[in-house]
């Protein structure tokens, strides 16, 4: 932006370049990396100036990175809040310096809209349903129950309470269906193989495993193997994300199921950014594309997968 923009905000780079201070979760799943490389190089792409923070999840770390952004008077700012709540304060004093705020990938439960101008992301109810509704039609047949335990993600952020919100309303079309454990992994490998190694301990016949990220299920695959189970077969897995690991488990057979969520929103954020720094208007909500996988479609793709 040259000189003070009329939104009063951010008096932008020295060279009239825009500049975006971007608040990070941090780096904790394959998709968080793709994430993050998606906006780095679009930002490039876009000659807009980026600032990036990694919050390491940690809320608090967000909070002070966007009151960095508004010392620093940038145009705009963008994150992708850990958890759903605990943004107002925060959000409020980048509105009152006239620096517009773009939500990416996860939401927040302010109930004052005028908090931000958009929403750019996933539809993580709908993933958690399409997981939920696959299962259902694979286990119609099924006689007796059909024990499921669920790796949640972080706890408190809108995909993990979405996703298990989706799934479980889905998977109630069909009494067999049990949740018979739920917990967290955090969305990381190293936690999710911990808490499988607990549900498999805790319970003796388990049939499925939901885990809210592929890296959760990629990890849970080794506690299953550890207990000689067969993962794919003994345990049907089905996941959420579509990164390229969790795609070539799906495609050797370990995975059963992956609803996409897509990570390369680097692009349409910084089109936002220059919308929003111009003052024009945008929608309130930008919902990105995604599919689902069985393992014969994740062969077929996997070759073209861009992360
Ligand atoms: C979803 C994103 C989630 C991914 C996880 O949009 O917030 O966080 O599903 C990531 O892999 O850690």
């Known amino acids: 932006a040259c000189g003070n923009s009329d939104t009063g905000g951010g008096d932008g780079g020295g060279d009239g370049k825009i500049v975006l201070g971007f608040s990070q979760v941090g780096a904790e799943s394959g998709w968080r ?3 993050t490389t998606s906006i780095k190089d679009a930002a490039v792409e876009a000659g807009i100036e980026l600032k990036f923070d990694d919050a390491q999840q940690k809320q608090e770390n967000q909070i002070k990175a966007i009151r960095n952004f508004i010392q620093q008077k ?3 700012i963008a994150f992708s ?3 759903e709540s605990g943004w107002d304060t925060v959000l409020k004093e980048a509105k009152d310096a006239g620096i517009p705020v773009i939500l990416t990938d996860r939401a927040v439960d302010s109930a004052d809209k005028t908090l931000y101008k958009t929403f750019l992301g996933s539809d993580f109810v709908k993933e958690g349903r399409l997981a939920g509704e696959w299962l259902v039609e ?3 047949t099924a006689a007796g129950p059909v024990n499921i335990v669920e790796l949640q993600g972080t706890t408190g952020s809108a995909p993990a309470n979405d996703r298990k919100e989706g799934f479980a309303a889905a998977i109630a079309a069909n009494p067999n269906l049990k949740i018979v454990a739920s917990q967290s992994g955090d969305f990381k490998r190293a936690d999710g193989k911990q808490v499988m ?6 319970n003796p016949d388990i049939d499925v495993l939901f885990a809210h990220n592929d890296d959760m299920g990629l990890g849970a695959l080794e506690a299953i193997t ?5 993962p794919g077969k003994d345990i049907t897995i089905i996941t959420i994300d579509a990164v390229k690991d969790g795609m070539q488990a799906l495609a050797d057979g370990k995975f059963n199921f992956i609803a996409e969520c897509s990570p390369l929103l ?13 003052g024009e208007e945008v929608p309130a909500r930008i919902e990105t594309e995604e ?4 393992q014969e479609q994740a062969r077929e793709a996997l070759p073209n997968r861009k992360y």
């Open 33 to 35: 990396t793709a994430n």
């Open 74 to 76: 940038v145009d705009v």
């Open 81 to 83: 809040p850990v958890v």
């Open 138 to 140: 694979q286990t119609k």
């Open 197 to 202: 190694e607990q549900f498999l301990k805790a």
């Open 226 to 230: 550890a207990a000689g189970k067969v």
């Open 266 to 278: 680097g692009p349409q954020l910084m089109e936002l950014v220059k919308k929003v720094e111009a």
């Open 291 to 294: 599919t689902t996988f069985t």
